[in-house]
């Protein structure tokens, strides 16, 4: 759902107070108009969701499938028309070499990247850039290498290049939107990427080793433990 308001401010605002509160006196249905082509058409939820009224009950269960329309079954039919095509040119088998950063950088290499640019075009939600986790973090990266600063990049982002006129024009989902570090997530827990809208969650690790190990094992183990939205 926190997702949604980088996608649609309003409509996340719609969706958290149909969450906070009894939503029956909107009298929403399991039926919503979705714009296709530039028209708009009545989608059901779940079979029959015109029918079926949005209670106090059943609301979560409505904002889910919402949210899955938009992020996910708005868009399957235009990703299934790509994987076809991108089939006739290289076989997916492989493809299936690589995984989703090591295909990216062996596609696109590994550039220079300036980190006095990152950093200057960085913005911060729960931390604020004298804080000591945000010093050992960008810290970090200045050890590191092009290679890891591109997974980096990749991990929090979706790719591992930078715009050609640096990091103030970085692009989300849906339009600019630049590097973003936000306080969020347990000292237990690794990082996460929300590379829609180039946001990375960094819990406040209690000292550099930590945020070290942390960081790494989040960057380099993306694929498996699944640390990106």
Same mark, same amino acid.
């Given at each position: 759902l926190?997702d949604?308001?980088?996608?649609?401010?309003?409509?996340?605002?719609?969706?958290?107070?149909?969450?906070?509160?009894?939503?029956?006196?909107?009298? !929403?249905t399991?039926? &919503? /108009?979705?714009?296709? *082509?530039?028209?708009? $058409?009545?989608?059901e939820?779940?079979?029959?969701? %015109? +029918?079926?009224?949005v209670t106090?009950?059943n609301?979560?269960?409505?904002?889910?499938?919402?949210?899955?329309?938009?992020?996910v079954?708005?868009?399957?039919d235009?990703?299934?028309?790509?994987?076809?095509?991108?089939?006739?040119?290289?076989?997916i088998?492989?493809?299936? !070499?690589?995984?989703? &950063? /090591?295909?990216?950088? *062996?596609?696109?290499? $590994?550039?220079?990247?300036d980190?006095k640019?990152? %950093? +200057?075009?960085?913005e911060?939600?729960?931390?604020?850039?004298?804080?000591?986790?945000?010093?050992w973090?960008?810290?970090?990266?200045?050890?590191?290498?092009?290679?890891?600063?591109?997974?980096?990049l990749q991990?929090?982002?979706?790719?591992?290049?930078?715009?050609?006129?640096?990091?103030?024009?970085?692009?989300?989902?849906?339009?600019?939107?630049k590097?973003?570090?936000?306080?969020?997530?347990d000292?237990?827990?690794?990082?996460?990427?929300?590379?829609?809208?180039?946001?990375l969650?960094?819990?406040e690790?209690?000292?550099?080793?930590?945020?070290?190990?942390?960081?790494?094992?989040a960057?380099?183990?993306?694929?498996?433990?699944?640390?990106?939205?």
């Amino acid at each position: 759902l926190a997702d949604m308001e980088y996608v649609d401010a309003e409509y996340h605002k719609s969706l958290v107070w149909i969450k906070d509160n009894d939503p029956e006196c909107l009298e !929403l249905t399991f039926q &919503v /108009d979705n714009k296709v *082509l530039g028209k708009y $058409v009545s989608i059901e939820l779940i079979p029959g969701g %015109k +029918d079926i009224k949005v209670t106090e009950e059943n609301k979560l269960d409505y904002i889910e499938r919402i949210i899955n329309l938009r992020f996910v079954l708005g868009v399957e039919d235009q990703m299934s028309s790509f994987l076809k095509g991108f089939e006739d040119v290289v076989p997916i088998s492989y493809i299936k !070499l690589f995984d989703e &950063v /090591d295909l990216e950088l *062996l596609i696109s290499g $590994v550039g220079s990247i300036d980190l006095k640019d990152w %950093k +200057d075009n960085t913005e911060y939600s729960g931390y604020t850039p004298t804080d000591n986790i945000i010093i050992w973090f960008w810290r970090l990266v200045l050890s590191w290498g092009d290679e890891m600063r591109s997974r980096l990049l990749q991990f929090a982002t979706g790719t591992s290049r930078v715009p050609f006129n640096g990091f103030a024009e970085l692009h989300g989902s849906v339009g600019p939107r630049k590097f973003m570090i936000a306080k969020s997530g347990d000292t237990d827990s690794l990082p996460r990427a929300h590379t829609c809208f180039n946001k990375l969650d960094l819990p406040e690790y209690s000292d550099f080793a930590q945020l070290e190990w942390a960081l790494t094992t989040a960057v380099l183990g993306s694929v498996g433990y699944g640390g990106v939205d």
